[in-house]
Antibody, heavy 116, light 112 residues
Framework: QVQLQQSGAELVKPGTSVKLSCKAS????????MNWIKQTTGQGLEWIGIINPGSGGTSYNVKFKGKATLTVDKSSSTAFMQLSSLTPEDSAVYYC?????????WGQGTLVTVSS | DVVMTQTPVSLSVSLGGQVSISCRSSQSLVHNNGNTYLSWYLQKPGQSPQLLIYKVSNRFSGISDRFSGSGSGTDFTLKISRVEPDDLGVYYCGQGTQYPDTFGAGTKLELK
């Protein structure tokens, strides 16, 4: 069965970076796009961007350009998202989600807390 | 960006009852390829969102036929019949026709 296993919660300081992971199993990793989505109480669900694991090609929400960088490691079927120059506004639950046009499978989410 | 407007913000329902949730987009969701990428998700407390309906009216694998989606262009509806306890949570519509993908603010379904 399709599973997306995300890395654990992070407590990070303002101005630093963090790299989240999403390990895929149960399907051919390179055959399906992977998305990253941010959820906060105030802003709801926000789509950050998408990566084609086969080609490495990416598209980003303009709002997150310069903030998020999406990559993959095909050898381990793992997608990554690096968030840089963190501020308290980046505190959120971040999901990876498989799909294109809709999101059929979601990871369990990673809570990122930015605090000094 | 395409703005997705969901109504109502919350709904109270009795078990066994029927409810409808509306979702309107600020632009047509018909893609150049002819598909309409409008989806519905349910987020139960403490869980990740789960896909219910994709491309307006297609139920995802394992989703009960008590859930049905309809609509076209900019106006869409999710109907839930014979509501069960496991249906409670927050429902979101989302569009994937135009980048960036966007979501509605959610509709909370509660027991009356």
């Amino acid at each position: 069965q399709v599973q997306l296993q995300q890395s654990g919660a992070e407590l990070v300081k303002p101005g630093t970076s963090v790299k989240l992971s999403c390990k895929a199993s149960g399907y051919t990793f390179t055959s399906n796009h992977m998305n990253w989505i941010k959820q906060t109480t105030g802003q709801g669900l926000e789509w950050i961007g998408i990566i084609n694991p086969g080609s490495g090609g990416t598209s980003y929400n303009v709002k997150f350009k310069g903030k998020a960088t999406l990559t993959v490691d095909k050898s381990s079927s793992t997608a990554f998202m690096q968030l840089s120059s963190l501020t308290p506004e980046d505190s959120a639950v971040y999901y990876c989600a498989r799909g294109f046009g809709s999101f059929a499978y979601w990871g369990q989410g990673t809570l990122v807390t930015v605090s000094s | 960006d395409v703005v997705m407007t969901q109504t109502p913000v919350s709904l109270s329902v009795s078990l066994g009852g029927q409810v409808s949730i509306s979702c309107r987009s600020s632009q047509s969701l018909v893609h150049n390829n002819g598909n309409t990428y409008l989806s519905w998700y349910l987020q139960k407390p403490g869980q990740s969102p789960q896909l219910l309906i994709y491309k307006v009216s297609n139920r995802f694998s394992g989703i009960s036929d008590r859930f049905s989606g309809s609509g076209s262009g900019t106006d869409f509806t999710l109907k839930i019949s014979r509501v069960e306890p496991d249906d409670l949570g927050v429902y979101y519509c989302g569009q994937g026709t135009q980048y960036p993908d966007t979501f509605g603010a959610g509709t909370k379904l509660e027991l009356k």
